[in-house]
């Protein structure tokens, strides 16, 4: 009796601790909230130009949880969350297929050429360009619901969310009835902060899918925006009912009922969305989580100690450790500054400015076949840039000329002009071919749609070695015979400048990168490097893609879409089957690939295989059958043993180290 009175006495004490200390766990909660970071902007080296895209196809979306962020009452473009590393692929995939809709009819594959093309092109930042292939998409098949949903996704990207509603609008009219379509335009509305429109939108969603558990989880957050925490936490309640395991409804519902004061009840959602993905762990929640008694604070300790050494620290003391952090801050920042940076914090005084140098490896001038290249931030072509033809001859066992410079989406032809038979090849990433034997007389051209240095060899002739570099743009320099080089009146604005030449290893080009603010300030920019290699050496920049895991990626892609197909989950299918093409297939580089070292003819009829398969799929008016089922996995298992072949016959001419791996084996490097 005696403890249980003594309980009872403690209880308002408790109680009162509780809110007090779930008070100082909420302010936490603003701050985690109201702090982000922008990423800081990255130089892509040209061997990296193209990352290869490779994820294990089981993967999906669709399995994903959502893990938008720390702060779950709004969702910004600017914001950065502690689950960026995991997410930049998610957020790529989510951009390239999530949003792509069931079509009203049938796509050509010309449009999805387009569309993988628009797509590609916005994921690296060429933006007008893009535009242009969607436009063209437009054009021929300008009533799919589908293009519409994609463009709208791309202008979503680059934060232009007029165009995007306009695009989403479209895409609505045509298919009022998807609720994919209205979903991602609800998310567009969501980014852009527009509550009322993202609520209705969401609501939509969910007459059209009841069961729609990531409608119902933004539409809290929509609700957020405008800080309705009541009809806040029951859209995230109703997402729970549908998925118990949505880790991100648990998080975001426990900051709500905090942030309602509910501190009893956010606690086990806290908890429960911490089992089920750790990165909610955060340092706020378990302060939470500590002062509501719900953890003894083991293995947070030190945390909780700082938080106290700071809290019994005097005013002086505060001050100073304040004016101490604005020094480490200002330094940290002049240090970036410094960085491989030049005139980044100055106004443009003249459109147009002159940069000249000279460039050194190991202390002494280099000359030809150095390169330097300026290439914008924005990535897109200079004025009238133009598409060159470039014929490059074998005489006297040598390429002639032997260094080459072309701009990116040229066609250049090989002819051979001696009387013995030439292989011409190339191992350079993003642009590895193999033309095959060459009879005199006889010539090959091929396309080269990515940027990059190119090391051209005979597997005949070992001496006969030539470089072509795939300038992105027109802005290039060659170098003197005294290592000079000069951009004349080049356009003012932000560059990244690279040097390249066949002497310096990747790690060394990329090293050596400089971030160039042209102001309209005529000024010397000097290349001074430092080289392991000797002069003459020359670094091939070999392509790391495993063209291997491609085709098993494309393998398990396909029949998880015929899996879905039998499941009646046709739009899910289909969304499988895009994948497999443009993804992995297309974007992977294999079909660039097979593309130049043997034809284009060749690639297309391998990518047709796999579109036939598709069409059978998108085919709504049909229900599935055993029959169909059967032809479709004999067609998937055609098409992948015609990919093995291809790959095999790739590696035995670009690698034939490589050609005797069975598929599946980890033959990349």
């Known amino acids: 009796m005696g403890k249980n009175t003594s309980s009872k006495r403690k209880k308002p004490s408790s109680s009162w601790t509780k809110a007090l200390f779930g008070l100082v766990a909420l302010a936490a909660l603003f701050g985690a909230g109201i702090l982000f970071s922008e990423q800081e902007s990255k130089m892509i080296p040209y061997d990296q130009y193209k990352e290869s895209r490779i994820k294990k196809a089981s ?78 998409a437009a054009e021929l098949s300008p009533n799919s619901s589908e293009l519409y949903a994609i463009w709208g996704a791309a202008h979503r990207m680059q934060g232009k969310f007029e165009g995007a509603n306009k695009r989403f609008a479209r895409a609505h009219e045509l298919a009022p009835d998807d609720e994919e379509i209205t979903f991602n335009w609800g ?94 762990d955060k340092p706020f929640v378990n302060q939470f989580l500590v002062a509501m008694g719900l953890r003894n604070g083991k293995g947070k300790r030190d945390d909780l100690k700082v ?9 002086e003391e505060k001050t100073s450790d304040k004016k101490d952090d604005k020094k480490a801050d200002h330094k940290e920042a002049h240090d970036k500054k410094e960085e491989g940076s030049e005139g980044s914090d100055k106004k443009i005084v003249k459109p147009i400015t002159t940069i000249k ?54 066609t250049v032809e090989f002819v051979n002009d001696d009387t013995e038979v030439h292989n011409i090849f190339s191992k350079s990433r993003n642009n590895q071919f193999n033309l095959g034997a060459m009879a005199s007389g006889t010539s090959k051209s091929i396309t080269l749609d990515q940027p990059g240095p190119i090391i051209l060899r005979c597997n005949l002739h070992k001496d006969m070695v030539g470089t072509l570099f795939v300038v992105p743009n027109g802005y290039y320099s060659k170098l003197d015979e005294n290592g000079a080089y000069e951009f004349d009146k080049v356009k003012s604005q932000e560059y990244i400048m690279q040097f390249w030449h066949p002497r310096l290893a990747p790690e060394e080009v990329n090293k050596n990168m400089k971030n160039a603010a042209l102001t309209g300030v005529d000024h010397t920019m000097d290349f001074d490097i430092t080289s392991k290699s000797d002069p003459g050496e020359i670094h091939d920049m070999v392509d790391q893609t495993d ?96 990919l093995k072949n291809n790959v095999q016959e790739l590696y035995a001419r670009i690698a034939p180290e490589k050609a005797g791996k069975p598929v599946g084996a980890g033959a990349g490097g």
């Open 187 to 280: 998310m567009t509305r969501l980014q852009e902060k527009n509550s009322e429109e993202a609520v209705k939108l969401f609501k939509q969603t969910i007459e059209l899918d009841p069961k729609h558990y990531m409608a119902y989880n933004y539409l809290g957050k929509s609700y957020g925006l405008t800080k309705d925490y009541k009809n806040e936490s029951a859209s995230y309640k109703k997402a729970l009912e549908l998925k118990e395991d949505f880790a991100q409804a648990h998080f975001n519902l426990a900051v709500t009922l905090s942030l309602m004061k509910k501190f009893d009840d956010a606690g086990p959602h806290f908890v429960r969305a911490i089992e089920l993905d750790k990165q909610f």
């Open 547 to 642: 063209y291997n895991l491609l085709v098993t990626s494309i393998e398990q892609e396909m029949g998880q879409a015929i899996k879905d197909w039998k499941a009646g989950k046709k739009y899910l299918s289909h969304k499988r089957m895009l994948k497999a093409i443009t993804y992995y297939f297309d974007g992977g580089g294999l079909k660039g690939a097979i593309a130049k070292s043997f034809s284009v003819k060749r690639s297309d009829h391998l990518e047709k295989s796999l579109d036939e398969i598709r069409k059978i799929i998108a085919n709504r008016k049909k229900e599935p059958d055993e029959a169909t089922e059967a032809k479709l996995r004999g067609l998937a298992k055609r098409a992948v043993a015609q």
């Open 307 to 315: 938080v106290e050494k700071n809290k019994n620290k005097t005013g």
């Open 357 to 410: 140098g000279v460039v050194k490896i190991n202390g002494e001038p280099v000359s030809s076949p150095g390169l330097v290249i300026l290439e914008s931030k924005s990535k897109l072509k200079v004025p009238k840039q133009e598409k060159q033809t470039l014929k490059i001859f074998q005489r006297g066992l040598n390429f002639a000329p032997k260094n080459s410079v072309v701009m990116v989406g040229s």
């Open 59 to 136: 993967q999906t979306i669709a399995d994903k949880n959502d893990s938008s962020g720390e702060r779950p009452l709004e969702i910004t473009t600017e914001e950065e969350t502690l689950s960026d590393l995991k997410k930049k692929q998610e957020d790529l995939e989510l951009a390239q297929l999530t949003n792509q809709k069931k079509p009203g009819t049938d796509l050509p594959r010309k449009t999805l050429e387009h569309i993988s093309k628009g797509m590609g092109l916005s994921e690296q930042g060429k933006y007008e360009l893009a535009e242009l292939e969607f436009e063209k």
